[in-house]
């Protein structure tokens, strides 16, 4: 891995944990040498995130429509900032450009991110790993649901065991730098459907 794609709120939470575990995260990054791929805000976590990358010395780069750029939520300290037209295009370009996925906690577009990567990396379109950073257990609830799709059978249990889950930046980046692509072939498709 040598660039992560991180997705994650362009707000910081109520609570002072969520800013802190994205410092902590970005400091972890530095220390391994990665590059941060994200959605170019300079508002939240987003900015939270990106400002201390930079700070590290790490490449940071954004990916923003131009309608956000209008509305100046633009990061314009990014090592390259890419401008394109669509939140689809955005979405796959960081897609593209990372190594590996970090979901933060974030509002609807992080969920719409992470679930998007978890579709391409099942149907393999991509093979690259993807984590949970479950800082203060905001993902707990989510994690449960997930697990109630498999017990409902709308979900097989192999697809939710390659998400990583952790609120430890250093255990997170071990797992995902451990991860090993899975090559898919039909009958680990026809497993999924539930008889």
Not at 2 to 16: A, H, M, R
Not at 30 to 43: C, F, H, P
Not at 102 to 117: D, Q, S, V
Request: some cysteine; hydrophobic content about 40%; aromatic content about 8%.
């Amino acid at each position: 891995m040598k660039k992560l794609t991180v997705y994650c709120g362009s707000n910081k939470g109520k609570d002072k944990k969520y800013a802190s575990a994205a410092l902590k995260l970005a400091e972890e990054m530095a220390k391994r040498e990665l590059d941060l791929v994200y959605g170019a805000g300079n508002v939240g976590l987003m900015g939270v995130i990106a400002d201390q990358m930079l700070q590290s010395g790490r490449k940071v780069f954004g990916i923003i429509p131009q309608k956000l750029v209008d509305i100046e939520v633009a990061h314009t300290g990014c090592t390259e900032l890419t401008v394109v037209e669509t939140m689809r295009d955005r979405k796959w370009l960081m897609a593209e450009r990372g190594d590996g996925f970090i979901a933060m906690p974030g509002g609807i577009g992080t969920f719409e991110e992470l679930f998007e990567i978890m579709t391409l990396n099942q149907l393999a379109y991509i093979s690259k790993p993807l984590a949970l950073y479950n800082v203060n257990g905001y993902y707990d609830k989510l994690i449960d649901f997930l697990n109630h799709s498999v017990n409902e059978g709308f979900l097989h249990q192999s697809q939710l065991q390659v998400l990583i889950i952790s609120d430890d930046p250093v255990q997170l980046l071990d797992k995902m730098e451990a991860f090993q692509p899975k090559k898919m072939d039909k009958k680990e498709i026809d497993k999924w459907e539930v008889k």
